[in-house]
């Protein structure tokens, strides 16, 4: 069982990035779980950014509404974050998080740095 993110690295204020998180070895395709993306920056707790349902539904914290946008390709089993206006406080680290009923999964994490 395995996520891995990519698609980090260092942009600009106002550019753009699309974070990936490829899901393997998983029971079901990440349609059927709880799939999100949250964020930490340096001396920062853990926050949830955006998550997608099984439904399809989403929700997103205030700070990023309207800039992110979560979605998820059901064939190739990947969840993608893209990220739009991006701003110096968007700099952290961030996690893909796979749920299913109690059982969380992680993955490693990607970097993002927003500088001038």
């Known amino acids: 069982v395995q996520l891995v993110e990519s698609g980090g690295g260092l942009v600009h204020p106002g550019g753009s990035l699309r974070l990936s998180c490829a899901a393997s070895?998983?029971?079901?395709?990440?349609?059927?779980?709880?799939m999100s993306w949250y964020r930490q920056a340096p001396g920062r707790e853990r926050e949830l950014v955006a998550a997608?349902?099984?439904?399809?539904?989403?929700n997103y914290a205030e700070s990023v509404k309207g800039r992110f946008t979560i979605s998820r390709d059901n064939a190739k089993n990947i969840v993608y974050l893209q990220m739009n206006s991006l701003k110096f406080d968007d700099t952290a680290v961030y996690y893909c998080?796979?749920?299913?009923?109690?059982?969380?999964?992680w993955g490693q994490g990607t970097q993002v740095t927003v500088s001038s």
């Open positions: 998080k796979a749920t299913l009923w109690t059982d969380d999964y």
């Open positions: 070895g998983f029971r079901f395709t990440v349609s059927s779980y709880r």
């Open positions: 997608i349902r099984s439904t399809g539904e989403t």
